[in-house]
């Protein structure tokens, strides 16, 4: 199965579907991404890329809402606060202060760009 993610006039992913093997392979069975997208494109209409669950394409699973990045060529998720950085190796959006390795919970607070202790309550 291969799966393939719609984007709209700009580049957010709207939709994602899995295509059958058969759907997506040339006459030799080797499965080719222009042939996944015709067929979405004759299916459904619209603009389609490939993704994949493990990463392997386009660095992240294309998600509802995720932009496809044609410069980095990956699916990128919506950015959690305006502090967060995008890393361009992985596509995915770090802090800009480390989470403690104390091994107590914390909730990031955009206002202070800190990391805020979750309380116990008992």
Avoid: H
């Avoid at 939709?15 to 058969?22: G, L, S």
């Avoid at 979405?40 to 990045?69: E, H, M, P, V």
């Avoid at 596509?91 to 206002?111: H, I, L, Q």
């Amino acid at each position: 199965m291969a799966y393939f993610a719609k984007l709209n006039e700009e580049n957010i992913v709207t939709q994602v579907i899995v295509v059958a093997n058969q759907d997506t392979a040339d006459q030799d069975g080797i499965e080719n991404e222009a042939i996944g997208i015709e067929f979405c494109i004759n299916l459904l209409g619209g603009t389609w890329k490939q993704t994949s669950y493990n990463g392997n394409i386009r660095k992240n699973y294309a998600g509802i809402g995720f932009k496809y990045d044609a410069t980095l060529d990956a699916f990128v998720p919506p950015q959690p606060y305006a502090s967060w950085i995008l890393d361009e190796t992985t596509a995915k959006w770090k802090v800009p202060v480390d989470y403690p390795t104390d091994g107590k919970s914390y909730n990031w607070n955009e206002s202070t760009q800190s990391w805020v202790e979750v309380s116990a309550e008992g």
